[in-house]
């Protein structure tokens, strides 16, 4: 279940060539499980039709003429009070005054001085439109009010200028409104600090020994973690992923830069997650330069890399050291045994333990097949089931434990 199941979000859409992406949004939510509704004004009309909407949500789209027709007294409020976000986007320097003003004059903004939802609005207007005073001071009353507003970016704008006044992306627009329904949720007000990809140890400048994880599995519990309305740190190496939006990135390469950002991270964490594949081993010495072929086959040392969760575990100050930490074990033998027994000696609340020998299970692809097992004895089989999947619970136990 995603967070978009089952909510009702209101769709504003304004007059901005913009409009068109509006679509692409619609399209992205109700594909997400969102019920989508969405209102046109009349500037919009001009730029996009109904249909368009109508036949990317599945619902119907609702226009000027729909506020002078026989359910018109009844219309705006129930839109509003059914929502549980209202996202206006894009939203012309005109809509943003009007919203400013409690101005009432189409469908939308009669709706919107009645919505008590989230209001989040995706500006989008010509250069030197959204730097004049005017707008800037709308702005500001509105964020005051408790509106999220995200950009507008800078860019090439319909009028052949450059600037600020691009309306930012829908898949950025799709990150914000998660957030923004997520607050609230059962990690609000907690730090989780989430570890996710593979280490890279140096061998020269230009070679490095590192692991398969993608990073897909830490990526995914970051996004479920900031679902759940949880202030997020992850802490990453490179992965060709990109970040959930909402969450703070502190990106690492070697093991021992994993351990300084997750020790310092974690002293005031409430929560930590090592996904990451973390190298046991490294190059005792990186070469300075790059080994070159003519001088033969290098011998390479290896030493033993720190071990973050036991550094963690073994922080003296329980200030120091998250409520909860909860572990992977990657294995591919002898799972349950070998991950009971890094959950004791890691001293971890909860571990998740992963079959990689698996095709369809571990590093690289979509899906896992896990099974959790906590510090108390109790264990949970997991079917396969996609890695957001995988993340969703691992979150919702881990706010269970939080709980306690
Ligand atoms: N881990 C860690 N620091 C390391 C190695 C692993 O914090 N240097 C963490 C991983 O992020 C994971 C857990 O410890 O959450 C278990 O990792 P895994 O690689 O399965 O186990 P190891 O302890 O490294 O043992 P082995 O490789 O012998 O199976």
Redesign the pocket.
Same mark, same amino acid.
């Given at each position: 279940m995603s967070i978009f199941t089952d909510k009702h979000l209101l769709l504003g859409v304004t007059g901005s060539i913009a409009a068109y992406k509006a679509a692409d949004l619609a399209s992205k939510l109700a594909q997400a499980g969102a019920q989508v509704d969405v209102i046109l004004t009349p500037a919009a009309e001009k730029f996009v039709t109904p249909l368009t909407f109508q036949s990317v949500t599945g619902r119907r789209a609702f226009t000027e003429s729909d506020l002078w027709g026989g359910e018109a007294h009844v219309l705006h409020v129930g839109l509003a009070h059914q929502a549980d976000a209202l996202v206006i986007a894009p939203c012309t320097a005109n809509t943003l005054a009007k919203l400013a003003h409690g101005l009432a004059d189409n469908l939308l903004t009669i709706t919107a001085l009645a919505n008590r939802a989230p209001l989040v609005l995706a500006p989008a207007m010509d250069g030197g439109m959204f730097d004049a005073p005017a707008t800037q001071s709308n702005l500001a009353t509105l964020l005051e009010r408790g509106a999220s507003v995200i950009g507008p970016a800078e860019g090439h704008l319909a009028s052949g200028l450059s600037g600020r006044g691009r309306m930012i992306e829908p898949a950025e627009i799709f990150g914000h409104l998660r957030l923004v329904l997520g607050r609230g949720g059962g990690l609000a007000n907690k730090k989780v600090v989430i570890?996710a990809g593979g280490t890279q140890e140096p061998l020269d400048p230009v070679r490095v020994l590192t692991n398969r994880s993608s990073g897909k599995q830490g990526y995914a519990l970051a996004q479920a973690a900031l679902d759940a309305g949880a202030d997020v740190v992850l802490v990453t190496t490179p992965t060709a992923l990109t970040p959930p939006i909402g969450g703070r990135v502190v990106q690492v390469e070697t093991?021992r830069q994993m351990l300084e950002a997750v020790l310092a991270e974690s002293a005031k964490a409430d929560a930590l997650i090592?996904? *990451? *594949? !973390? *190298?046991?081993f490294r190059p005792k010495k990186a070469a300075g330069n790059k080994m070159k072929k003519r001088d033969g086959i290098p011998q390479v040392q290896l030493e033993a890399? &720190?071990? !973050?969760? &036991?550094a963690v575990a073994r922080e003296k100050s329980k200030k120091k050291r998250p409520r909860v930490v909860v572990?992977?074990? *990657? &294995?591919s033998r002898d799972l349950l045994s070998?991950a009971s027994e890094?959950l004791k000696s890691?001293k971890m609340d909860m571990?998740v333990a992963n079959d990689i020998s698996a095709s369809d299970a571990g590093f690289g692809v979509e899906t896992n097949r896990v099974t959790l097992l906590f510090a108390k004895g109790k264990q949970e089989s997991l079917p396969l089931m996609s890695k957001v999947e995988v993340a969703e619970i691992i979150i919702a136990r881990l706010a269970a434990l939080l709980e306690k």
């Open positions: 570890s093991a090592m996904a *990451a *594949a !973390v *190298a046991d890399t &720190e071990d !973050v969760l &036991e572990g992977f074990a *990657a &294995e070998n890094k890691k571990i």
